[in-house]
């Protein structure tokens, strides 16, 4: 295993689905249901059974709306306001409208959802407005569920291929993609009518605190490749300078979780043992307060949970420590912390991109569809803010359905054979030099680089000098890069991914000269919100070999929101009371 | 410039008595999604080659006969 070889198949399919984690085996199963007789592929970097950021299973449902709970108008309203009004609203309504339907898809599928004694689902509120936490009692079993769905309806799945790039076709539209096998570099090229993108968050872009490259808070093996491929097809990319920076476990850079233990009593604290946000719902808004109680000399900031009965703190570990990420108890095992007696001391985490819990996204509208004929994107990668596990298989299944039909109506598009040989000889560089720099280097090289100059609070002068050090970084990716097998060969293209990421990062976020979203878009040169001059998205593209920007007017809203409830997520901060 | 090694300690281990890899297991090596962990030409047991991990457990989880466990990264610990 991992020795280089050369080889090259060709395959088509009617549709083609990057990304086997939560969105993508869901857009398969759908395209499939819908019309049995299609060609559905389904490619994934790792294995299906174990990948994404659901590969160990989930907790809960972050964001379920449940008739008798809360209604599709509330809830995109509520995440209207917690993305600072920038906001297609068209698919976030779909999605909470959609999103009860594919909770009973779920229950069919064997995984079981909370209720109470009632019978009623058991709906907790972590919110800053509405209630929408559904916890999961046998969220270990997701993924075995999902598989179990594919076997069945004949998905052909492609385990252990990286995909590199997209095909274009003749008039600018997806006609398949490029992958190559991670242990044997062998190429895969696969023709197809569509593609639907669901390769998860830019999990790699910052460096994590502990100098540990795969320490990430997402499932390391998301690098950005989907940013990456849907940037180099020519898809608008929206809001990246919004990044995603989560609270999590100092070090261990997983969730604690809040919302998991805040139902049960649990809150943020800073050193003194007070309460310091009104709300432990993940947004810009709460990052800005945990940054600035972490500045303030009131830190660290603390999970506590120290005051809860023994019982409690039992119901509490038996989540933490089972699923999701269930090495947390080892780590707290390492250190002697027993949540019983000692606070959990938490950070927030570096950079990345993701949709699934704030807003940079490849740009979609309500049927997935990015700007690019035929190609659809879903998960953490697509622009549906906040939109998490249920809005990662929500939104497959809309993409999966909408591809489907697409894929009815066309033919296989012709590619170009010179972008194939072209993508193979930028693939195998690495591997034709027998000395240079390894990808591990140059990854670790531009995260640090992320850390120091891209990371908030942003500073223009410093996010200028960021992108000349990064072009020196790029230089040697593309001409001193060495590859020894395989297994080097995949770090070397996320190395690339990661790289493409970071300039996307750092031209989005001088883009926008205001601040938004909290610490997510904290400009110190502008430090105010300028909602004249940037009531907009931005959209990133590469038009004629070049990364730009522009604005693009946010749409309509469905939903209209009054301008007494727009500052909601501001007022994140406990105010003193006498 | 010639490439050096960087010695780590790696945080995952395998108990080769327990392992049965050489009987044709290759459960953690297929389930890993880092695809770190691979089965050794000299022992015919599983061993972690690149420390490149997510402390995430299928490994651990999935193994038939409880030959892996998985440890917190040293960096992080
Ligand atoms: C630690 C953690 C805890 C979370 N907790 C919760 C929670 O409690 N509740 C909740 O609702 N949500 C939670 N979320 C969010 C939720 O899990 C995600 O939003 C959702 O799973 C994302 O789905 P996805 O399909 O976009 O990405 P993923 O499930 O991560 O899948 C992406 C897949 O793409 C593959 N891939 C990447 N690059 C390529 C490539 N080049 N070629 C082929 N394949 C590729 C990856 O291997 C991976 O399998 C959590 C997330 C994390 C990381
Ligand atoms: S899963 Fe267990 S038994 Fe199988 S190869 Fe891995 S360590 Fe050995
Ligand atoms: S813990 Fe996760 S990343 Fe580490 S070896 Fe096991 S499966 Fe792979």
Known sequence: MDEIREGSTEVSCDVLVIGGGTAGPMAAYRAKRRNPNMRVILLEKANVKRSGAIAMGMDGLNNAVIPGYATPEQYTKEITIANDGICDQAPVYKYASRCFEMIQELDRFGIKFQKTENGDFDVKKVHHLGSYVLPMPNGDTVKKALYRQLRREKVLISNRYMATRLLTGRNGQ??????????????????????????????????????????????????????????????????????????????????????????????????????????????????????????????????????????????IEAVLHNVERPSRGRFHQNRGTDYRERMIEMH????????????????????????????????????????YMLGAFTNGAVAGEHAAGFAEEIDLPDYDIGEVEREKTRVLAPTKRDDGVPPNQIEYKTRRLVNDYLQPPKVTAKMN????????????????????????????????????????????????????WGFYHHRVDFPEKNNDEWFCHSILRKQDGRMTVEKRPVADYIVPIEESERSAYDRQRIRKSA | ????????????????????????????????????????????KAYMKYDECWYCMPCETDCPTGAVTVNIPYLLR
């Open chain 1, 465 to 516: 000098l960021g992108r000349m050090r990064l072009a020196e970084v790029r230089d040697d990716l593309e001409n001193r890069m060495v590859a020894r097998d395989a297994h080097e060969l995949m770090r070397s293209l996320e190395a690339a991914s990661i790289i493409d990421c970071a300039d996307m990062a750092a031209t989005a976020s001088l883009f926008r000269t205001e601040s938004r």
């Open chain 1, 174 to 315: 997806v006609a398949g993609a490029i992958a190559v096998n991670t242990r044997d570099a062998e190429f895969l090229v696969i023709r197809a009518k569509t593609v639907i993108l669901c390769a998860g968050a830019a999990g790699r872009l910052g460096l994590p605190q502990s100098g540990y490259l795969w320490g990430t808070y997402e499932n390391a093996a998301n690098s950005g490749d989907g940013y990456a491929m849907a940037y180099h097809a020519g898809a608008g990319l929206a809001n990246l300078e919004c990044y995603q920076i989560n609270p999590l476990i100092k070090d261990y850079n997983g969730p604690a979780c809040a919302y998991v233990a805040g139902p049960f009593g649990g809150y943020t604290t800073n050193n003194d043992g007070n309460r310091f946000i009104e709300c432990d719902y993940w947004s810009g808004q709460m990052i800005q307060e945990f940054y600035n109680e972490l500045q303030s000399g009131k830190g660290p900031v603390f999970l506590k949970l120290d005051h809860l009965h023994s019982d409690t703190i039992g119901e």
């Open chain 1, 348 to 387: 927030i985490s570096e950079i990345g991109f993701c949709s699934g819990h704030s807003a940079s996204g490849v740009f979609v509208d309500e049927f997935a569809r990015t700007t690019v004929t035929g190609l659809y994107a879903a998960g953490d990668m697509a622009s549906v803010p906040h939109n």
């Open chain 2, 1 to 44: 410039m010639p490439i050096a090694h960087m010695p780590t300690t790696v945080p995952v281990v395998v108990d080769e008595a327990k392992c049965i890899a050489d009987k044709g297991c290759t459960v953690c090596v297929d389930v890993c999604p880092l695809d770190v962990l691979r089965i050794s030409d000299l022992t015919g």
